[in-house]
T-cell receptor, first 119, second 110 residues
Framework: DTAVSQTPKYLVTQMGNDKSIKCEQNLGHDTMYWYKQDSKKFLKIMFSYNNKELIINETVPNRFSPKSPDKAHLNLHINSLELGDSAVYFC??????????????????FGPGTRLTVL | EDQVTQSPEALRLQEGESSSLNCSYTVSGLRGLFWYRQDPGKGPEFLFTLYSAGEEKEKERLKATLTKKESFLHITAPKPEDSATYLCAVQAGGAQKLVFGQGTRLTINP
């Protein structure tokens, strides 16, 4: 199946721990994203990578560090977890590029999400 | 700052009862307006992209329209399986990020 996949689906951990979430897409896209969905269901962009290069870095604490080993993978590492980090984290991908020239490339496809609970 | 507001927050309809969801936006230089469907415990599923005022797109019982200030998602003769949260998002300026609204939770009763 062509898709965006994430692991793990659920992550329960103690405050202060360090954890990672992995994302992989086999759609052949060259841009990947991390979004956070809070308890009110608001989806907000955190980071975006295009061909392994960071292109969007919203106001996110330094404890969050994305890493893209290749254009099919984007991982999210979180240090010193806090209670407020509890949320659902979604990975997404799109064909990317400059976007303006290739309209269809703007469409973003999302993974199933990782529910992070910090106790 | 780009803003997206969806209304109503929640909508409950009887099966077959048509209605519309609204998405109002304020952006600098709209590049695209996107509609997604999200089922509980799942990621958003892409439905439509609209690029310019006057554009319309249809898929089964759903039809999305766009003006310079808002978009509507019309649902005709809905079925219980159309129950989900519908999310609207905009892409603006030179950015590739999507700015989402808070969603409309749609429930269709049999």
């Amino acid at each position: 199946d062509t898709a965006v996949s994430q692991t793990p689906k659920y992550l329960v951990t103690q405050m202060g721990n360090d954890k990672s979430i992995k994302c992989e897409q086999n759609l052949g896209h060259d841009t990947m994203y991390w979004y956070k969905q809070d308890s009110k269901k608001f989806l907000k962009i955190m980071f975006s990578y295009n061909n392994k290069e960071l292109i969007i870095n919203e106001t996110v604490p330094n404890r969050f560090s994305p890493k893209s080993p290749d254009k099919a993978h984007l991982n999210l590492h979180i240090n010193s977890l806090e209670l407020g980090d509890s949320a659902v984290y979604f990975c997404a991908s799109s064909q990317g590029g400059t976007g303006g020239k290739f309209r269809a490339y703007n469409e973003q496809f999302f993974g199933p999400g990782t529910r992070l609970t910090v106790l | 700052e780009d803003q997206v507001t969806q209304s109503p927050e929640a909508l409950r309809l009887q099966e077959g009862e048509s209605s519309s969801l609204n998405c109002s936006y304020t952006v600098s230089g709209l590049r695209g307006l996107f509609w997604y469907r999200q089922d509980p415990g799942k990621g958003p599923e892409f439905l439509f992209t609209l690029y310019s005022a006057g554009e319309e797109k249809e898929k089964e019982r759903l039809k999305a329209t766009l003006t310079k200030k808002e978009s509507f998602l019309h649902i005709t003769a809905p079925k219980p399986e159309d129950s989900a949260t519908y999310l609207c998002a905009v892409q603006a300026g030179g950015a590739q990020k999507l700015v989402f609204g808070q969603g409309t939770r749609l429930t269709i009763n049999p």
